[in-house]
Structures are given as C-alpha cells and as structure tokens.
C-alpha cells in the first residue's frame, strides 16, 4: 500500500515538473520570437525537439514510479 501511494506521488510530480519544463520552453520560444522574429523556424524547431525531450525523461520517470511496487 504505501508503494503505491509513493508511486502515484512520483507519477504525480514528474507530469507536474514535465508541464512546468515545457511551459517555460513555450514561454521563452514566444520571447525569443517575439525578439527575433527571422528565426521563428528555427526556434519553433528547437522548441519541439526540447518539449520531446523533456516529455521523454517525464515518461520515464512514470514508467519507474509505476513499477516500485
């Protein structure tokens, strides 16, 4: 029992640290466009290759919370 009440905590802080990663990815995309707005395509490439990466590490940290049973 308290295995899963860590786990679904875990779970809960890495979807919460994942949306909290990819607002501020948004965030700082939107100023730098709104700064430099020649290199939109490039930061809005570079902007959803750091979004994947950082919803890949939260997936992952999911996946392990879930299995510490």
Same mark, same amino acid.
């Given at each position: /029992?308290? !295995? +899963?009440? &860590? !786990? =679904? *905590?875990? $779970? &809960?802080?890495?979807?919460?640290?994942? &949306? *909290?990663?990819? =607002?501020? *990815?948004?965030? +700082?995309?939107? %100023?730098? +466009? $709104?700064r @430099?707005? %020649?290199?939109? =395509?490039?930061?809005?490439?570079? /902007?959803? #290759? $750091?979004?994947?990466? #950082? %919803?890949?590490?939260?997936?992952? $940290?999911?996946?392990v !919370? /879930? @299995? +510490?049973?």
């Amino acid at each position: /029992m308290p !295995a +899963s009440i &860590g !786990a =679904g *905590i875990g $779970a &809960g802080l890495a979807a919460i640290g994942a &949306g *909290i990663g990819i =607002g501020k *990815i948004g965030g +700082s995309s939107l %100023e730098a +466009s $709104a700064r @430099q707005p %020649e290199l939109y =395509g490039k930061l809005f490439t570079l /902007m959803i #290759v $750091a979004a994947a990466l #950082v %919803e890949g590490v939260a997936f992952f $940290a999911v996946v392990v !919370a /879930m @299995q +510490s049973k």
